[in-house]
C-alpha cells in the first residue's frame, strides 16, 4: 500500500467524485489506495480538560439539530463554547464546500458533519483524525450497525451522530401489514387502490431502495475484502423480482420518476397501500389527510433470507487541520451521551444512534414507531465502503434503472454493473 496519493491522482479520483455526486446524491466512497498517516488516535479522555471553542460545520440545519446540540453543549460544558456553521444549502453543496476546506488544510472547522457515505472517501486523503479509541471507548452507547458507517480500513474515522434507516408505512384499511417482499409485493398486485409507491428514479435513493432488497436476499456489492460480488443469482433474482412488480401492477410505472418527496406525495393521495420511505415522513403524513389511517413496519425479510436495511445518517469527524481536537472530543462525548440520544429524538424528529433512548417513555410519546425504527437500524447495513462509493452508486443505480425502464436486459444490467464497479475501484 502505498503511504501516499499523488495529488494529480487525487483530484482526478475527487473530480469524478464530485461530478457524480453533483447529480445524484441523497440528502445524504474500494479502492486500493492507503490512508495518509493522520498521527495516532485521538485520546478518549481529551475531553476532560477542554477548553476554548469550537466550530461544527455542515449542511442546511432544517430540524434545529446541529446549532441545538452545539447551544446545549456549550451550556452544559461551561469550558468549551461550540458553535455551529452551516457551509451549505444541500448535502452536495456541503460535501464541496468540506471538501475544499479539507483540501486547503483550513482550520475553520474542528468538526464536520459528514454523510454515512463520505467516512471512506475523506479518510483515505488523510482530512480526518483516527478517532479509533474514542469509538472503542463509547461503544457501549452506541447501535452497532451505526459504528460500522464510520469504519475504514479497520480504523474508526468519525462517530455516529444520528441515524436512519427505510421504513414502510401501509395503509391499515387496505392491506396487510408486510413481513416479507414477496407478501408486500403479492398484496399491492391485488387492487390499483393496493399499490406500493418507493423512489425509483435514476439516483442514491434507487440505490438505496435496491440494496434493502439484495441485501435481504443474502446479495452484496463488495465483500469484506472489497472484492466485486455483484454478479451474482441473488442479483438478478432481485432484479426480475422488481421488474415484475412493475409488470403486475405492485407497482405504478410513475415510481421511476420518484425521489423520497414526490413518493410522499403520491402516497398521500391516498391511492396506494405501501410506501417505503424514511422516518420523517412519518411527522409528514400525520399532517396530512391519512392521519390515523396508517401503520409503520420495519423493512421486510426476503423469503429465505432477513431483513436488511441500508443505513442513512450523519457523523461527527474531527478535521485533520483542527486547532482544538481536545474540545471536539468533549463534543462528540456529549452528542453521543444516551441523555442527549433522546433529545435527538423527541426534539429533532432524527434517529438517535443510542438503543435505549428508543425504549424511552418520553421518546415513545414523541415517536411511537421507535420500536420499529430501531428494528430496521439494527438490521441495517452499510452501502459498500470504497472512497470511490459514487462512482459505485452510479454503477449500480444506473443499470437498475435501465433494467426497470426496459432498456436492458437483467444478464446485460448485472455483467455491466460489475464491470464498472470493477473500473471505479481501478481509478483509485
Not at 448535502?91 to 464541496?96: G, H, L, P, V, Y
Not at 401489514?177 to 398484496?187: G, I, M, N, R, S
Request: charge should be negative.
Amino acid at each position: 500500500m502505498k503511504a501516499f496519493i499523488s495529488a494529480g491522482r487525487r483530484r482526478l479520483a475527487l473530480s469524478a467524485a464530485a461530478a457524480v455526486m453533483a447529480g445524484s446524491m441523497l440528502t445524504a466512497c474500494g479502492g486500493g489506495a492507503a490512508t495518509q498517516n493522520n498521527g495516532p488516535a485521538v485520546d478518549p479522555a481529551a475531553g476532560k480538560d477542554a477548553s476554548g471553542s469550537i466550530n461544527v460545520c455542515g449542511g442546511k440545519d432544517a430540524s434545529g439539530i446541529y446549532k441545538g446540540t452545539a447551544e446545549a453543549f456549550t451550556k452544559a460544558n461551561g469550558k468549551v463554547t461550540a458553535k455551529y456553521t452551516e457551509i451549505g444549502a444541500t448535502t452536495d453543496e456541503a460535501r464541496t464546500q468540506a471538501v475544499q476546506r479539507l483540501e486547503g488544510k483550513s482550520d475553520e472547522c474542528d468538526i464536520f458533519l459528514t454523510d454515512v457515505i463520505w467516512t471512506s472517501e475523506f479518510a483515505s486523503q488523510g482530512w480526518l483524525v483516527d478517532q479509533s479509541k474514542l469509538v472503542e471507548a463509547n461503544k457501549d452507547r452506541l447501535i452497532p450497525s451505526t459504528v460500522e458507517t464510520t469504519k475504514y480500513e479497520d480504523k474508526y474515522w468519525a462517530s455516529p451522530f444520528f441515524t436512519n434507516a427505510g421504513l414502510i408505512y401501509y395503509q391499515k384499511d387496505k392491506v396487510a401489514k408486510p413481513e416479507t417482499w414477496q407478501q408486500l409485493y403479492a398484496e399491492a398486485a391485488k387492487a390499483p387502490g393496493n399499490s406500493f409507491v418507493y423512489q425509483g428514479k435514476q439516483y442514491e435513493g434507487l440505490t438505496v431502495n435496491f440494496l434493502e432488497m439484495l441485501y435481504s436476499a443474502g446479495g452484496e456489492v463488495l465483500d469484506s475484502n472489497g472484492e466485486v460480488k455483484i454478479d451474482s443469482p441473488q442479483t438478478r433474482e432481485v432484479l426480475d423480482f422488481m421488474v415484475k412488480g412493475l409488470k403486475d401492477g405492485s407497482a405504478d410505472r410513475a415510481v421511476l420518476t420518484y425521489n423520497e418527496d414526490p413518493a410522499r406525495l403520491a402516497y398521500e393521495s391516498g391511492e396506494d397501500g405501501y410506501q417505503r420511505n424514511w422516518p420523517h415522513v412519518y411527522r409528514l403524513l400525520n399532517e396530512s389527510a391519512l392521519k390515523g389511517t396508517f401503520g409503520v413496519a420495519p423493512l421486510p425479510t426476503w423469503e429465505g433470507g432477513k431483513a436488511s436495511g441500508v443505513l442513512g445518517g450523519w457523523n461527527l469527524a474531527i478535521s485533520a487541520h483542527s486547532k482544538n481536537q481536545a474540545g471536539a472530543v468533549a463534543f462528540i462525548d456529549f452528542a453521543t451521551t444516551p441523555e442527549w440520544q433522546k433529545h435527538v429524538a423527541m426534539d429533532f424528529s432524527q434517529a438517535p444512534v443510542n438503543e435505549a433512548a428508543y425504549s424511552d417513555p418520553v421518546v415513545l410519546a414523541k415517536m411511537p414507531f421507535a420500536k420499529e425504527l430501531l428494528a430496521s437500524v439494527k438490521g441495517a447495513k452499510p452501502r459498500p465502503i470504497s472512497p470511490v462509493y459514487p462512482q459505485i452508486s452510479q454503477a449500480v443505480y444506473k443499470n437498475v434503472y435501465a433494467v426497470l425502464s426496459g432498456t436492458a436486459s437483467t444478464e446485460d444490467a448485472v455483467k455491466n454493473m460489475a464491470e464498472e464497479i470493477t473500473a471505479a475501484k481501478k481509478s483509485f
